[in-house]
């Protein structure tokens, strides 16, 4: 089945909405815990993350567009800080919550049943039920002009994992630890790990990582 | 257990890349079909994909740094238009072996044996053997000179999914259309749906969709 840019314009506002959102496919979502500078407590949800680079190690994610003020980011340009916590199977449908708009005197830690983590003197909180928390610097922010969304790049300078998870060439495996994938916006699923793949060479076969 | 900057700098650098490529989370992953001015096509794995907006229709993605010649971008640019291609469990070992470093006079359709196919005369090739496929129109290059990496966006004008898979609301099944999903640089995953949930508000539980 096939639509075009003239179906689209012509599909309801909402049910285009729920469309181009599942499009990307899978999509890496996770909370960001900010505090403002008199350090109340902001955490939301994102599904738009993305790898930057690893050396520095930077991560992506995109804002929508303001007004509304959106907290998060100015939580973020304020205190240069925020964590990146993963979301897992338990905590999926407080996560969920969290994109609710609360008024801003209510701190989404608490409206969800989540529970802020401070440590190793970093700024911003973590949330203590996530398995994975990155701890993330702000490094730019990039107007993306074409419909008034923003980028916001950090790099990340705490990271906590299991560490039964991390395998010896430092892939960390997040099924092991629980983290879920989300489609479209309002769909959660957890993985089911087909294979590791050999370094792909012009002639050589791929081979399994895991059967050594 | 814990990383932060120095114990990664310290690290070895093929391992702290596997790390910090694990760390966003479950990633898009699809195959950017193009072809260059003289009709020759170009397929490649890309993991970087993310959401911009409904309306229009955005979608971003990251590029690694130039030299060497990113190929994909360079026929992005010259023609105006690319291919997005879901992987599914029956291609994603194929998919995989598009990484590999092709001399330029192969085409990664045969090399890794994908079928490239044309359509709505659009013009840059889908892969036929794709379950979800869109045409992009190139919209904007934005270089992300932190490191060097350049964002690219583009307007989904063409789409083509399983007529199965869509439901009443827009909400696309990427699970029904076997959709895969990455982690880290090597590792593919099928996915089961947890639920589908409501619109989160402050003052109302949120209940599943799935169950109505």
Known sequence: MNFKTSDLEKMEKQTAVHLINS???????????????????NLSIFSSF????????????????SPPERDTMRNILDTGFYTINHINEQIYQQAHQT?????????????????????????????LESNVQLG????????????????????????????DCLSEDGFLDLEKANTVTC??????????????????????EITSLLKS
């Open 23 to 41: 499009l990307g496919g899978f999509k890496s979502v996770a909370l960001v815990g900010t505090s403002n500078v008199q350090g109340n407590t």
């Open 50 to 65: 993305f790898h930057i680079g690893a050396n520095p190690p930077l991560i992506g994610m995109i804002f929508r567009p």
């Open 99 to 127: 994109s609710a708009r609360y008024n801003k005197e209510i701190s989404e830690f608490d409206a969800a049943g989540l529970s802020a983590e401070y440590k190793n003197n970093f700024p911003a909180p973590f949330v």
């Open 136 to 163: 993330i610097k702000f490094k730019e922010k990039t107007a993306i002009s074409i419909n008034n969304t923003t980028m916001i790049i950090g790099e990340i300078v705490q990271i906590f994992i299991p560490e």
């Open 183 to 204: 489609s479209g916006l309002d769909s959660y699923h957890k993985t089911m790990q087909l294979d590791r793949l050999s370094y792909a060479k012009p002639d050589k």
